[in-house]
Antibody, heavy 129, light 108 residues
Framework: EVQLLESGGGLVQPGGSLRLSCAASGFTFSSYAMSWVRQAPGKGLEWVSAISGSGGSTYYADSVKGRFTISRDNSKNTLYLQMSSLRAEDTAVYYC??????????????????????WGQGTLVTVSS | EIVLTQSPGTLSLSPGERATLSCRASQSVSSSYLAWYQQKPGQAPRLLIYGASSRAAGIPDRFSGSGSGTDFTLTISRLEPEDFAVYYCQQYGNSPLTFGGGTKVEIK
């Protein structure tokens, strides 16, 4: 059974930093691209960042580029999001999400910019003084 | 960036009725790379549909997706009590990934 468990959320002051973690189990973690998606209170979903299975390719929304860093430790089956220079508008529940493989012609590929077949339960980040 | 506009914002229906949700893209979505998710209060989103019309594993066949280009539809043929929730569309044909603003399906 696929499980994604986020941790690391909390209250942080504007300008501060925080690192989120997502512990994965139930699948071969290194084979799959992963993403962070956030949801501000009472609002819709916003994709934040994605990383390839190997960790060699990373992608960011313009709203967080230069402030957030996505990474992964495949030996620990864990995804991370390092957040710095936090702003009030970064307040949200942060979900980690797994992208499925794209399979065609007998071969399967991991796409970083894809849809999400499994989501974690989320961790709340509140940026406030 | 592709902007997805979902309509209506809120749909008030009774159990057993048919729900039709719309997702319109600001430009054509490559290869019909559009997904639909269901989200209930306090829960993570759940994948319903991918590739515009393919049901995800374990999703009942009362859920169906259709459309191409810029216009996509999620249909729930007969609403069950557990279907009252917020529904989001997402495009993954172009970078960055984007989501629609959501449609809330509420009990009339």
């Amino acid at each position: 059974e696929v499980q994604l468990l986020e941790s690391g959320g909390g209250l942080v002051q504007p300008g501060g930093s925080l690192r989120l973690s997502c512990a994965a189990s139930g699948f071969t973690f290194s084979s799959y691209a992963m993403s962070w998606v956030r949801q501000a209170p009472g609002k819709g979903l916003e994709w934040v960042s994605a990383i390839s299975g190997s960790g060699g390719s990373t992608y960011y929304a313009d709203s967080v580029k230069g402030r957030f860093t996505i990474s992964r430790d495949n030996s620990k089956n864990t995804l991370y999001l390092q957040m710095s220079s936090l702003r009030a508008e970064d307040t949200a529940v942060y979900y980690c999400a797994k992208a499925p493989l794209y399979c065609s012609g007998g071969s399967c590929y991991s796409y970083s910019n894809y849809y999400f077949d499994y989501w974690g339960q989320g961790t709340l980040v509140t940026v406030s003084s | 960036e592709i902007v997805l506009t979902q309509s209506p914002g809120t749909l008030s229906l009774s159990p057993g009725e048919r729900a039709t949700l719309s997702c319109r893209a600001s430009q054509s979505v490559s290869s019909s790379y559009l997904a639909w998710y269901q989200q209930k209060p306090g829960q993570a989103p759940r994948l319903l549909i991918y590739g515009a019309s393919s049901r995800a594993a374990g999703i009942p066949d009362r859920f169906s997706g259709s459309g191409s280009g810029t216009d996509f539809t999620l249909t729930i043929s007969r609403l069950e009590p557990e279907d009252f929730a917020v529904y989001y569309c997402q495009q993954y044909g172009n970078s960055p990934l984007t989501f629609g603003g959501g449609t809330k399906v509420e009990i009339k």
